[in-house]
């Protein structure tokens, strides 16, 4: 934004009847975002620098006055593009926050940026109804908030919630597990990328924050609840309960020799839907009980979201965790 563009628009906040309430919803999406993000805190910091309260206080006020109508235009937005990550096929996450490209002129300084990393970073173009969508994904998937971004401007950041509750998407009855899945994300981001170290960055830190996404990835997996597909059979004295199995043979080297058949574990019925559609019939079960299962029935091991994110975990894996 030009210095006689953003005097123009700080001459409506500051002189209008409705301190530019009628401007700001007139505005496109990147200028609003602007007048937040960037003409508001300037506004602010020279307040501040000049220890002018009144000011300083006005203009924070403005901010918040104005944040709802940056969101509505979001919800109505034609043209939003979700940074997705061809390692993983899901939205890349930074800090379990989505990134969101609002201005596409601007795009290719966020994707030249990730794809030197390796994240092999794609635009998905969304409609209003589509970043709908998005946003339940995100409370399925654990993304906490949404990075509006345009080049190298400063993010606009928006937490899910704001811009559509839980309750429009889910039920209460609905099985989610939302740190598993934004664990395997975060990390399987890292390991699979094509390359491993940012140019620049200490391979220390990058080993540290490895280090620490595992941490994470173990304890979700351990705490986690699975859906785990199965076929019931009441033969009246007892339900009889045999359960799918997948054979990965060709995806996994066999340690011995033998085929490798996995129990398939699935984080909500979302994922299991991809594997077997229009399959209702499941346990939940939680890690030990799982373990217990592929113990039983002598699996390789188990597979945990086999069409989405996966990963197998053998039984000495799993015996170790």
């Known amino acids: 934004m030009d210095a006689l563009r953003a005097q123009d628009l700080l001459r409506h906040i500051t002189g209008d009847e409705d301190y530019g309430k009628a401007m700001m919803e007139k505005l496109p999406l990147d200028e609003a975002i ?50 997705y990550s061809d390692v993983t096929g899901y939205p890349y996450s930074v800090d379990r926050d989505m990134l969101v490209v609002y201005d596409y002129t601007q795009s290719k300084t966020i994707t030249d940026r990730l794809n030197a990393q390796g994240y092999l970073a794609v635009l998905s173009l969304v409609t209003p109804e589509q970043f709908a969508n998005e946003i339940s994904h995100m409370y399925r998937n ?63 830190a990058f080993r540290e924050m490895l280090e620490k996404r595992e941490k994470e990835f ?15 059979q009441d033969n009246g004295d007892e339900v009889e309960i045999s359960f799918q199995f997948i054979d990965i043979t060709e995806r996994v080297e066999s340690k011995d020799g033998e085929p ?3 129990i398939p574990a699935f ?55």
């Open 142 to 204: 654990g993304y906490k908030n949404i990075r509006f971004v345009s080049g190298n401007g400063t993010p606009f950041i928006v937490a899910r919630e704001e811009i559509y509750p839980y309750e429009q998407f889910m039920k209460e009855d609905y099985i989610t597990n939302p740190a598993l899945s934004q664990s395997m994300i975060a990390l399987f981001q890292e390991t699979r990328k094509t390359s491993k170290v940012e140019p620049g960055a200490p391979e220390e």
């Open 34 to 83: 602007a007048v937040i993000e960037d003409l508001l805190n300037v506004c602010i910091k020279q307040a501040d620098e000049k220890k002018n309260a009144n000011d300083a206080a006005f203009f924070s006020d403005m901010k918040k006055a104005f944040r709802p109508i940056v969101i509505d235009k979001i919800r109505n937005a034609e043209h939003l593009w979700v940074v």
């Open 267 to 321: 984080t909500d019925g979302f994922e299991m839907n991809k594997c077997y559609p229009g399959q209702y019939e499941n346990m939940l079960c939680t890690f030990d009980e799982l373990i217990d299962t592929i113990n039983e029935l002598g699996a390789s091991g188990m597979i945990i979201n086999a069409l989405g994110i996966s990963q197998y975990m053998d039984t000495d894996t799993l015996k170790n965790i």
């Open 260 to 262: 490798v058949i996995a």
């Open 218 to 232: 173990i304890t979700a997996v351990k705490n986690a609840e699975y859906m785990v597909p199965c076929v019931k």
